[in-house]
């Protein structure tokens, strides 16, 4: 009987302590932190800056569409040109002789039609002298076109900005051998605007030029974004022009600039 209460009285008092050891237990939750996410490459304000270089509204790179030797050149850094004058011609001696060629050729062909027809040749005869006769007339009129080539007029009127061959020298097709450029009319061209800002830049937005070499600041307007990027030491970045409202004397074409655009207006 004693033992019997004794063991009832144990059970009791383990069942009271695990009643008192679940009413203590608590689950915490533990807090998840908020994260604030910012694109800090991102220029923050209402304004953008970028690099700039000063450009021409106008200018040229030229040379010639086929292999020759430089024969003269009419024209210095420096000079004005208008549209149309000579730059630098090349020795056409050979080319003339090619054209005297085509011409005596084309005569002979002109010639063979007119005796098959006298003496009634067969029509199929006369239509392959025919032929030839287009085929002489081709020739001609690509020896006189490649005479016009040899001689490098300016397509603008401007000046003169770089002659990169001389007299007695060969020129290739493709290579630069004049650049004229229209100096009395400048903008400004962004160098390193990142793609995380262009999206703020608009068409007509107010900037802010500063030209580090004349030490002054200009105001202007956006005329153009590019629409394709370009990359600057692996960075994307894209082309904003700025058209000036006005143009500082001593302005000169590749002048460094700072350029800042209101992008809250």
Avoid at 28 to 47: F, H, W, Y
Avoid at 90 to 104: C, F, M, N, Y
Avoid at 171 to 189: A, C, F, K, N
Avoid at 246 to 257: R, T, V
Wanted: net charge negative; glycine share 8%; aromatic share 4%.
């Amino acid at each position: 009987m004693t033992k019997r209460l004794v063991f009832a009285g144990l059970m009791i008092l383990f069942g009271w302590m695990l009643s008192a050891c679940k009413g203590q237990t608590q689950t915490t939750a533990t807090p998840i932190p908020t994260v604030s996410l910012e694109n800090t490459s991102a220029q923050p304000g209402g304004r953008v800056t970028a690099s700039a270089e000063v450009v021409p509204v106008e200018h040229v790179n030229l040379g010639f569409a086929l292999t020759g030797v430089v024969k003269s050149v009419d024209v210095q850094v420096g000079d004005t040109v208008t549209a149309g004058q000579t730059l630098i011609s090349l020795d056409t001696a050979i080319l003339e002789a090619r054209v005297k060629e085509a011409e005596a050729n084309l005569k002979v062909a002109q010639t063979q039609v007119d005796y098959l027809r006298r003496v009634k040749t067969p029509n199929e005869q006369i239509e392959k002298a025919l032929a030839e006769v287009q085929r002489a007339q081709a020739v001609l009129d690509a020896a006189n076109a490649n005479l016009v080539q040899a001689v490098l007029k300016s397509p603008i009127s401007g000046t003169v900005v770089a002659v990169e061959t001389s007299v007695g020298e060969t020129v290739v097709p493709g290579q630069v051998v004049v650049v004229v450029g229209d100096l009395s009319h400048m903008r400004i061209e962004t160098t390193d605007l990142s793609e995380r800002d262009v999206p703020r830049v608009r068409l007509g937005q107010t900037a802010s030029v500063y030209i580090e070499a004349l030490n002054r600041e200009v105001s202007g307007k956006v005329i153009a974004i590019d629409q394709q990027a370009g990359t600057v030491g692996g960075d994307v970045v894209f082309k904003v022009t700025i058209e000036l409202d006005e143009q500082p004397e001593g302005l000169l074409w590749g002048m460094s600039a700072e350029v800042r655009i209101q992008t809250d207006k």
